[in-house]
């Protein structure tokens, strides 16, 4: 199995989860979104892999475990498919494939669309890791529009830029650092990552 050239960099699987954009009814806004949104808020380097499939649970776990397991993404986004109509599946898929869960991340989510539309209750998103033997992944659902992908990877913010909600991808760079994986740099005027002091590496070890 082929594994990541530069072991110090950030490797990123972005699943766009849709019936109609993967049969090409409607052009992918998914995807997009995810992409500008990284390369805004990553200041550390990264790659990406990138797949478009239905809502069939056999499809998206074949996804998730071929980004983990042969391509080594350290973090994986899905966006989509994690509502309560019958074809939403997403997060079946996703605890199928995880080998431990991460509730914090979903509760986060939705406290912060909360603060948008009452509707929020109604999302299913989840988190989990995939480890295998030399391996581990973060896999994360997110919502499938880009303001609401927007606003849970940032949180919510005033007019002077005061941080109100926490956004999920703050925690997520020290996440992946207590996994095994590469040291994940921000640009803070999007997202500020959060490290325990001791676990904060000083410039010049960078």
Not at 34 to 63: V, Y
Not at 175 to 192: Q, R
């Amino acid at each position: 199995m082929p594994k990541k050239t530069n072991p110090d960099e950030l490797k990123i699987g972005l699943v766009s989860i849709s019936d109609r954009a993967s049969s090409g009814v409607y052009e992918d806004q998914g995807i997009p979104a995810l992409q500008a949104w990284f390369t805004a808020a990553l200041s550390s380097a990264w790659t990406m892999e990138t797949r478009l499939i239905p809502d069939e649970q056999a499809a998206i776990e074949k996804a998730l475990i071929e980004l983990v397991d042969v391509e080594h993404c350290d973090l994986v986004i899905t966006t989509g498919g994690t509502g309560p109509a019958r074809r939403d599946v997403t997060p079946e898929a996703t605890i199928a494939v995880g080998t431990k869960e991460m509730p914090g991340f979903g509760e986060q989510m939705r406290q912060i669309s909360l603060h948008f539309v009452p509707t929020a209750i109604l999302s299913r998103q989840v988190t989990v890791i995939r480890e295998t033997t030399d391996h581990a992944a973060l896999i994360m659902n997110l919502p499938g529009q880009p303001k609401s992908i927007k606003e849970t990877l940032e949180g919510l913010k005033d007019a002077d830029g005061k941080q109100l909600v926490g956004g999920i991808f703050a925690a997520v760079p020290y996440c992946i650092d207590l996994m095994g994986g590469p040291y994940v740099e921000t640009n803070e005027a999007i997202c500020k990552a959060w490290r325990p002091k001791h676990a904060i590496r000083p410039p010049a070890a960078k």
